[in-house]
């Protein structure tokens, strides 16, 4: 009777050894802000990292000359200008790491730092799973007593087209 429990037991661990594992990946992924920009997340050195894979530019917070400015160069072309650094003002925006995560003791939520190329500041802040699909971004000022949200959704990759089969 021993054995049979030890069997269950380890069972069970590895059973919850993997769902702790799936929720450490369930953050890995794209993910599309509310202003319909994307996040590619990935595992890095400093544990979770986020980079923009697709910008969308605001029409908020920008003036006409800047609006128009955009609309007018591929995106390709778009620097980090707001950067409170001068020399990291010609860095490229695609592809531009804006997240380092690092899970916390709390199942589901990473800890970390947020860049925020609107304003060109960092903030700390968290990321909170709320679903697989679901995860709600927060950037918090005054040693995390005022934070400010946004709900990302993953992005499901499009099916690949099958070959024809004519």
Not at 29 to 57: D, F, H, M, N
């Amino acid at each position: 009777m021993g054995s049979a429990f030890g069997v269950i037991l380890g069972g069970v661990l590895a059973v919850l050894g993997s769902g702790a594992a799936l929720a450490q990946e369930a953050i890995e992924g794209t993910w599309r802000t509310q202003l319909q920009s994307e996040i590619t997340i990935a595992p890095c050195a400093e544990g979770y990292c986020g980079a923009l894979s697709k910008i969308v530019v605001p029409s908020e917070g920008l003036s006409a000359d800047e609006i128009a400015a955009a609309a007018a160069m591929p995106v390709e072309a778009y620097t980090d200008h707001r950067n409170k650094d001068a020399s990291l003002r010609s860095r490229p925006m695609l592809g531009l790491q804006i997240l380092t995560l690092r899970p916390s003791t709390k199942p589901g939520i990473y800890d970390g730092d947020i860049y925020n190329p609107q304003d060109g500041n960092t903030y700390s802040g968290y990321v909170e799973m709320v679903t697989m699909d679901l995860m709600r971004l927060n950037g918090c000022v005054l040693y995390n007593i005022i934070c400010r949200g946004e709900d990302w959704v993953r992005v499901i990759p499009e099916p690949e087209a099958l070959p024809n089969a004519g």
